[in-house]
């Protein structure tokens, strides 16, 4: 076996496990991470798992890095594809709305809020890292709409985005206590009531 293959093979074997804890995770919590069951689901042993990851909070940390490229994967690259403006918008809350019914159980990144909020330490840090860098994501899609003249000049990006966060909260909040169809309805309605409230000359 070359090299090359032998890393291509531990590659593979470490994204099998992230898979599955993720798996996990989405239904337990970060918090529900256990190096043993997980050893036992992908058919390994717990050696073999920890040659991938050094600790339990190196496997915990690799599985929130996952949901943060999986969540961008699913919110943010499809709508970079709508033109700048309130078409942009939409499709992010669209599919961040949408995105409560991808997750395995709940989204992991808003599960993880609840588990480490008051929890100081590197896996709150990543976590933070994590928000910060999707609200700016959104203030500069809110940018790019003040720039098309869709919204008003004196739009904060950052207010705006904190708004538009809320109902993306309050979705998944009541998607899963009375349903996705009647959550992601009334959340469509609360951002064209929000976007009306931003237009020029409002």
């Given at each position: 076996?070359?090299?090359?293959?032998?890393?291509?093979?531990?590659?593979?074997?470490?994204?099998a496990i992230i898979d599955r804890a993720y798996g996990i995770a989405c239904a337990a919590?970060?918090?529900?991470?256990?190096?043993?069951?997980?050893?036992?689901?992908?058919?390994?042993?717990?050696?073999?798992?920890?040659?991938?990851?050094?600790?339990?909070?190196?496997?915990?940390?690799?599985?929130?890095?996952?949901?943060?490229?999986?969540?961008?994967?699913?919110?943010?690259?499809?709508?970079?594809?709508?033109?700048?403006?309130?078409?942009?918008?939409?499709?992010?809350?669209?599919?961040?709305?949408?995105?409560?019914?991808?997750?395995e159980g709940s989204c992991l990144l808003l599960s993880a809020a609840s588990e480490y909020?008051?929890?100081?330490?590197?896996?709150?840090?990543?976590?933070?890292?994590?928000?910060?860098?999707?609200?700016?994501?959104?203030?500069?899609?809110?940018?790019?709409?003040?720039?098309?003249?869709?919204?008003?000049?004196?739009?904060?990006?950052?207010?705006?985005?904190?708004?538009?966060?809320?109902?993306?909260?309050?979705?998944?909040?009541?998607?899963?206590?009375?349903?996705?169809?009647?959550?992601?309805?009334?959340?469509?309605?609360?951002?064209?009531?929000?976007?009306?409230?931003?237009?020029?000359?409002?």
């Amino acid at each position: 076996m070359t090299v090359l293959t032998a890393t291509s093979k531990g590659a593979a074997t470490r994204e099998a496990i992230i898979d599955r804890a993720y798996g996990i995770a989405c239904a337990a919590g970060l918090e529900g991470l256990s190096i043993g069951p997980l050893a036992q689901a992908v058919g390994m042993s717990k050696s073999g798992v920890f040659a991938h990851f050094g600790s339990r909070e190196d496997l915990q940390m690799a599985v929130l890095d996952e949901a943060g490229v999986r969540f961008v994967d699913h919110v943010l690259r499809p709508a970079l594809k709508q033109p700048r403006g309130l078409p942009r918008l939409r499709a992010i809350l669209e599919a961040w709305y949408d995105w409560v019914r991808q997750s395995e159980g709940s989204c992991l990144l808003l599960s993880a809020a609840s588990e480490y909020d008051d929890r100081p330490g590197p896996l709150r840090d990543r976590l933070v890292e994590h928000d910060l860098r999707w609200r700016q994501e959104i203030a500069r899609a809110i940018t790019l709409a003040v720039d098309t003249g869709e919204l008003a000049r004196d739009t904060d990006p950052d207010q705006m985005a904190f708004e538009l966060y809320s109902l993306a909260l309050i979705v998944h909040h009541d998607a899963g206590l009375f349903g996705f169809d009647s959550a992601a309805t009334r959340g469509r309605r609360a951002m064209e009531r929000l976007f009306r409230s931003y237009a020029p000359n409002a």
